[in-house]
């Protein structure tokens, strides 16, 4: 099977069929997808799927290198998107036959979430790190990442996130804003937000200063909204 130039296995096993309404109702037994995510079903899962409704029951997966348990997943046409689900030990680098992250990684990730995206969106998803670190282009040096966390709270037309984390030069939070309503392109939204800097000790980031500034002392608070 290809897609965008690039090759997956998919292996099926599925029982059910098309009633009155050409809707497919059964269960899958086996649904394995690699090369891409590394998809694999754990479970016998119960799935509907027309052109307006795509339901699936409870299951757990084996993806990225880690796991996902999924408690419910709804799409529909008229009503939006429901979910709810975690997933742990989630290899980023897995993604990388759809995009390649600019610098060298190996993060991992976890996560939780229970959202309802329609008219009146509520509900939240959580990604958390779990191990790993990003390496810097320059001199290759490491990042020292730690306790990075992405929050994102979906409520009264909004979608509002917290980006916050720590390096071995200092920490970094940053708000973001989306006044999204349902329906609506999420690339016309008004976007606010902003980003605070701290850098305890100047000193931290000399490698990355002229040879001039290798001097420097003292530390930097900064923010831009």
Do not use: C
Request: aromatic fraction near 8%.
């Amino acid at each position: 099977m290809a897609m965008g130039g690039k090759n997956y296995k998919l292996d099926l096993e599925a029982d059910g069929g098309l009633d009155k309404e050409n809707r497919w109702k059964g269960t899958v037994g086996r649904l394995d997808l690699s090369g891409g995510f590394n998809l694999k079903l754990q479970n016998r899962m119960s799935l509907e799927a027309s052109a307006e409704r795509v339901a699936l029951g409870a299951a757990q997966w084996s993806a990225m290198g880690g796991r996902l348990n999924l408690n419910s997943f709804v799409w529909d046409k008229k009503n939006g998107l429901t979910s709810k689900g975690t997933a742990a030990n989630l290899n980023v680098a897995e993604l990388h036959s759809f995009f390649k992250m600019p610098v060298e990684h190996n993060l991992v990730l976890s996560a939780d979430w229970d959202l309802a995206y329609s008219q009146n969106a509520r509900g939240f998803l959580n990604v958390r790190q779990q191990s790993g670190d990003i390496v810097l282009p320059y001199r290759k040096q490491a990042l020292g990442l730690n306790g990075l966390t992405l929050q994102t709270r979906f409520q009264n037309g909004r979608i509002d996130s917290t980006l916050e984390g720590n390096t071995r030069f200092g920490s970094v939070n940053a708000d973001l804003g989306i006044s999204q309503q349902f329906g609506n392109k999420i690339a016309n939204a008004p976007v606010s937000g902003k980003i605070n800097l701290n850098v305890p000790d100047l000193g931290a980031i000399k490698t990355f200063l002229p040879a001039t500034a290798h001097g420097i002392t003292g530390r930097l608070n900064a923010a831009a909204a």
